[in-house]
């Protein structure tokens, strides 16, 4: 993501006004409220200084998965949606909207969508669009009604942190009704969510949609669901690791709100139309758990295509292959991230020695 400027950002406000002080005593009252309370959640009308706190922390943040997620896909994939008019549902403060003229820049096909029931959210989208993008004003429509015209463009949907307010029979309705090209979902990284998205995949195989990300095919058994199937706690995420602007960084301590490691669930799909595609077996992979790091190598499950099936194996990625360099990057790897490998010796038990590049390849 490009560099955003705070103090930009905070002119954008519905309440500019607003001094960090205030926005941390407010962003407390909203985390109390998501992952404490939720008592009036659904009922809930947000007033213009809630507006303002959430977009403060938020926005930015959660801006960061939309750039994890396209980072990991083909390049030809992001050039087509590049094209895409974009439908954000549940948009908020426009954050979607914001992470897609940020990643891509540059003119694109499409008209920007942005659709949520609270009007206080909508004027703060168009703010927010307004003073990082204003030459996508004549392009934007923020409402509360879900209807849209038709474009000659592909469609890209985006899900971010709604379909985990909604259930599974609501979610294909909302898919049916935009009829997408791409589907994008930005979910909480919590099993419910996992679980709703695996109960989803049947039904989007019916209707044509194949898997770009993070799954290298959706019609084998998912080894991690498998996993759940036989009694295990688990689930599949993502994990984005990294830092953010300074000033947002202060108001999360002073929120007392770490967003510097951020659990996930990304999932993006394309309508195919045909049968599901070939997998090739070149050797790429996806970290999925991080297991510890030994004096001499990592050790870390991934998920991979190996003999004509999703298979979970673990890793041992030796440091003597790297220089000081190399080794400070692998430590920020995230959850989630796609890589090529080289297997140098298999270890039995699933396991496998491997050289690793953190460049996927082509």
């Known amino acids: 993501m490009k560099d955003l400027s705070y103090q930009k950002l905070k002119n954008s406000f519905l309440r500019p006004e607003l001094q960090d002080r205030k926005l941390a005593y407010l962003l407390e009252d909203i985390k109390n409220l998501y992952t404490i309370s939720r008592a009036g959640l659904e009922s809930k009308v947000w007033t213009e200084e809630e507006v303002s706190a ?10 960061r998965k939309f750039d994890f997620v396209l980072d990991q896909l083909d390049p030809s994939v992001r050039e087509e949606l590049s094209k895409c008019e974009v439908i954000d549902f549940g948009t908020g403060p426009g954050t979607y909207l914001y992470a897609f003229l940020n990643y891509f820049g540059g003119d694109h096909c ?10 206080n959210m909508l004027l703060q989208a168009e703010n927010i669009i307004n003073a990082f993008f204003p030459q996508y004003i004549s392009k934007l429509h923020l409402q509360k009604e879900r209807e849209v015209p038709q474009s000659t463009c592909d469609r890209l949907l985006i899900f ?4 985990n307010e909604m259930n599974l029979s609501q979610i294909k309705e909302v898919i049916n009704f935009y009829q997408p090209d791409f589907l994008l979902f930005l979910e909480p990284g919590v099993p419910t969510v996992f679980d709703l998205l695996m109960e989803l995949r049947p039904w989007l195989i019916e209707n044509d949609f194949d898997c770009d990300y993070p799954c290298p ?7 991690v669901q498998q996993r759940v199937l036989a009694g295990k706690e688990d689930w599949c995420h993502q994990v984005w690791r990294g830092t953010h602007e300074p000033e947002i960084e202060r108001l999360g301590q ?3 709100l770490d967003r510097k490691s951020m659990a996930f669930i990304g999932h993006i799909y394309r309508k195919s139309g045909s049968k599901p595609k070939e997998i090739s077996n070149k050797n790429t992979a996806r970290f999925i758990r991080y297991l510890h790091e030994t004096k001499h190598s990592f050790l870390w499950e991934v998920c991979l295509f190996h003999e004509e099936q999703l298979q979970i194996k673990t890793f041992e990625i030796p440091k003597k292959s790297m220089n000081k360099s190399a080794t400070k990057d692998f430590k920020r790897v995230c959850v989630g991230q796609n890589f090529s490998f080289e297997v140098t010796k298999e270890l039995g038990d699933g396991s496998w020695r491997v050289a690793v590049s953190l460049e996927p390849s082509p």
């Open 160 to 163: 971010g942190n709604s379909c």
């Open 217 to 223: 095919d959706m019609v084998r058994p998912c080894p």
């Open 54 to 63: 959430y977009t403060a922390f938020y926005l930015p943040t959660n801006a």
């Open 254 to 256: 002073m929120a007392k």
């Open 110 to 119: 499409g008209h920007l969508w942005g659709i949520d029931k609270e009007r």
